[in-house]
C-alpha cells in the first residue's frame, strides 16, 4: 500500500454538502492493489479516520470508478469508519463479484487496521456486489446496507415476464463505451454525454440488433439479457435471494418509490421479517433509482452500522427487530411503523365496470370493453419506475396518455375526506386478445380536482403463447402493481388504467408466434376486458381511512 495524502479542508467542504454532516476525525486516503485468486489486479482506495489504529472497515465495491464515490469515503472515515473503496473488473464482471468480494473481504481482515468488524453498503450495481460478496459469509461480517438493488440481480430486468429495455439498452450501451477507461462514469453522472439516436434504437427490428442500430456495434451483455430469460439456469448464479433466510446479519434496504426495484425489494424485507430472528429495516423515500437522497441514506446506513459495530448475542427466541420508514406520498412525509399495511387499514376489492367506473360492490351484469394495441405504435411509457432521471421516472400527469384509443380508465367517485392507500396492490383482470400472446399494464393514478391524472403505482403481466387467450373463455391474470403508501386528499379520486404496454420500459409485445427477440414481424391485437358477471375484473388494496401524520408510529392507537 502506498502511502496517501491528507483530505484537505475542501474536499472536506464538498463531501459534506454532498454527504451529510462530517465527523471528527480527519481523513487520509491511501492506495492499494488487491490480487484476486486468479491473480487479476483490483485498484482499490482506502480511506482512513486519522488517529484510529484499528477500526470497522465499510467495503463498497464498483464498476464505475472509484472517484465517483470518493466524498464517500471522506463521510465514512470523518466517522471513524474506514471506507474500502474497490473498481470491479467491469459492469459486465457480475458473475465474478462473489469470488472478486470474498478476495476482498479476505484482505481486509488480515490488514492490521482492521478490528474485525465489516460492513457492505451501496447503490444499485454496488448493491449486488454486496450481496455477492455476502454469499461468502465473511466471519466479520456484523451487517449490510442495499440500495435500489434486490437480492435477485435478473428479476427486475424482465418485469411481469416482460424484457426491460430501457433498463437494459442505454445502461448497457453507455457502459459498453466506457468500461474499460480508467475513468468509468456511472449512468447518473450529469456530465455523461446523452446517447444519440435512442428512440430509433428502441423501435429497432429485430430487438437484438438494437444495440448495432444505436451504436454500430455489437454489445454482448445486451444480448445476454435477451438470449436468456429470467428463469433460465444461466443467470442462477446471480440470484442471492437464498441469502435473505440463511444468512444471520442485519440488513437495511433503502429504495425510492419511483425506483424499478421497488417491489422486489420489498419482496426482500417481507422475507427478512418472516424469520424469527430478524434485524431488518426497510426505508422507501420519493425517489426514482438515480434520485436517492444520500444524506438520509448516510443518516439511516450510520445509525445502522453503529448499532451493530460489534458482534451481537444470539437473539433469544422472542427476539425479533424490524421497521419501516416510508414516505407517503405525494407529499404527506415519513412514517414509521412495525409493519405494513399498518393496524386499522381495511382490505378492499375495487371492481372496474361499465360506464369506465370503479365501484365497491359486485354483482354488475357481465360487459366487456375492448382496444386494440397496435405494436407499430405501442403505448408509451409515462412517469414509470424504471432507471431514467426525475424528468422519467416521477410522478407526472397521465391525461395525454389515457386520450389514446388504446388506454381504458376506470375513475371512482371523488372522496369526501383524505384517505391513504396502503400496503401492496394488485389487478386480477379476465381477458382475452385476437394474438396467443399479450402484455397487460395496470396503473392507478390520483385524480385531482382540475382533472390531472397522476400515476402512484403500476405493474405488468405478459401471458406467454397460449392457445386459451383467443379462445371463447377469458384468462385470468395478476398483475402485481406493487407497494404503495399514497394519500388521496379530499375531493380526489382514484382511477385504474388498463393497457397493453409502456414502450420502451417494457418492450413491447410483437404478437405472433416468433421469439420476441428475433421477430421483423409486427402484429396488432384486439384486447378485451371482461367486467361483472363471473368474469369480474377488480384490483385489491388496503386503505386507511385517515391521516397517516408525518412522523407517527403507525400502530394500532397512534395513527
Known amino acids: 500500500m502506498t502511502v496517501g495524502e491528507k483530505i484537505d479542508d475542501d474536499r472536506r467542504t464538498a463531501a459534506e454538502s454532498a454527504m451529510g454532516s462530517l465527523g471528527e476525525h480527519d481523513v487520509l486516503h491511501e492506495s492499494a ?37 470518493h466524498n464517500d469515503g471522506i ?3 470523518s466517522h471513524g469508519y474506514r471506507l474500502v473503496l474497490q473498481d470491479c473488473r467491469g459492469t459486465s464482471s457480475y458473475f465474478s463479484e462473489a469470488d472478486d468480494g470474498g478476495d476482498t473481504a479476505a484482505w481486509i481482515e488480515r490488514a492490521p487496521w482492521f478490528d474485525g468488524s465489516l460492513f457492505l453498503h451501496g447503490p444499485s450495481y454496488l448493491g449486488f456486489a454486496a450481496w455477492a460478496t455476502a454469499s461468502n459469509r465473511p466471519a466479520s461480517l456484523r451487517a449490510m446496507s442495499v440500495q435500489i438493488y434486490s437480492a435477485d440481480r435478473v428479476s427486475s430486468w424482465y ?7 430501457d433498463i437494459a439498452l442505454p445502461w448497457a450501451a453507455s457502459q459498453a463505451g466506457v468500461q474499460d477507461k480508467p475513468e468509468r462514469r456511472a449512468l447518473a453522472d450529469e456530465e455523461a454525454p446523452p446517447l444519440q439516436g435512442i428512440d430509433a434504437a428502441f423501435n429497432h427490428l429485430p430487438l437484438q440488433e438494437a444495440d448495432v ?36 446479519v442485519p440488513v437495511l434496504l433503502i429504495d425510492g418509490w419511483y425506483d424499478y426495484h421497488r417491489r422486489y425489494m420489498w419482496q426482500d424485507y417481507r422475507i427478512l421479517r418472516s424469520r424469527p430472528h430478524t434485524r431488518a429495516r426497510l426505508v422507501v423515500g420519493p425517489w426514482s433509482h438515480v434520485g436517492t437522497d444520500p444524506k438520509v441514506v448516510n443518516e439511516e446506513t450510520r445509525r445502522w452500522f453503529d448499532d451493530h459495530r460489534r458482534s451481537t448475542p444470539a437473539a433469544t427466541e422472542s427476539e425479533s427487530s424490524t421497521s419501516l420508514r416510508l414516505f407517503v406520498t405525494p407529499d404527506r412525509g415519513w412514517v414509521e411503523a412495525p409493519e405494513w399495511p399498518p393496524t386499522g387499514s381495511a382490505s378492499t376489492t375495487l ?10 360492490f359486485a354483482g354488475a351484469d357481465a360487459a366487456v370493453d375492448a382496444y386494440t394495441y397496435d405494436p407499430n405504435d405501442p403505448t408509451p411509457s409515462v412517469g414509470i419506475a424504471g432507471l431514467g432521471g426525475p424528468d422519467v421516472a ?39 386478445s385476437t394474438e396467443p400472446t399479450a402484455d397487460f399494464f395496470v396503473r392507478i393514478t390520483d385524480v385531482h380536482p382540475d382533472g390531472a391524472s397522476v400515476n402512484i403505482v403500476d405493474g405488468i403481466t405478459r401471458i406467454p403463447h397460449t392457445d386459451e387467450l383467443t379462445a371463447a373463455e377469458p384468462v385470468e391474470i395478476e398483475v402485481d402493481l406493487g407497494p404503495v403508501a399514497h394519500e388521496l386528499a379530499a375531493g380526489h379520486a382514484l382511477r385504474v388504467q388498463v393497457s397493453s ?59
Open 159 to 165: 418485469p411481469g415476464g416482460t424484457f426491460g429495455l
Open 501 to 559: 404496454g409502456a414502450h420502451p420500459m417494457h418492450a413491447r409485445n410483437p404478437g405472433g408466434t416468433e421469439p420476441p427477440a428475433t421477430t421483423t414481424r409486427l402484429f396488432s391485437a384486439t384486447q378485451t376486458v371482461h367486467l361483472g358477471g363471473d368474469h369480474a375484473s377488480r384490483l385489491l388494496l388496503d386503505v386507511y381511512d385517515g391521516e397517516l401524520r408525518a412522523g407517527s408510529n403507525a400502530q394500532a392507537g397512534e395513527v
Open 33 to 69: 492493489e488487491i490480487a484476486t485468486r486468479d491473480g487479476t489486479s483490483l485498484s482499490t482506495d482506502v480511506f482512513h479516520p486519522d488517529g484510529a489504529e484499528q477500526s470497522p472497515v465499510i467495503l463498497m465495491r464498483t464498476p464505475y470508478g472509484r472517484g465517483y464515490w
Open 394 to 432: 416521477m410522478p407526472t400527469d397521465n391525461s395525454a396518455l389515457e386520450a389514446r384509443p388504446d388506454v381504458l380508465t376506470y375513475t371512482a367517485e371523488a372522496i369526501g375526506h383524505a384517505v391513504t392507500i396502503v400496503g401492496a396492490v394488485r389487478a386480477r383482470l379476465f381477458v382475452n
Open 75 to 77: 463521510y465514512w472515515a
Open 213 to 248: 442500430a444505436l451504436g454500430g456495434a455489437v454489445i454482448p451483455f445486451y444480448r445476454e439479457r435477451l438470449r436468456y430469460g429470467r428463469d433460465d439456469p444461466h443467470w442462477a448464479p446471480l440470484n442471492f435471494s437464498n441469502l435473505l433466510t440463511e444468512l444471520d
Open 351 to 360: 371492481y372496474l365496470s361499465t360506464g369506465q367506473s370503479v365501484v365497491s
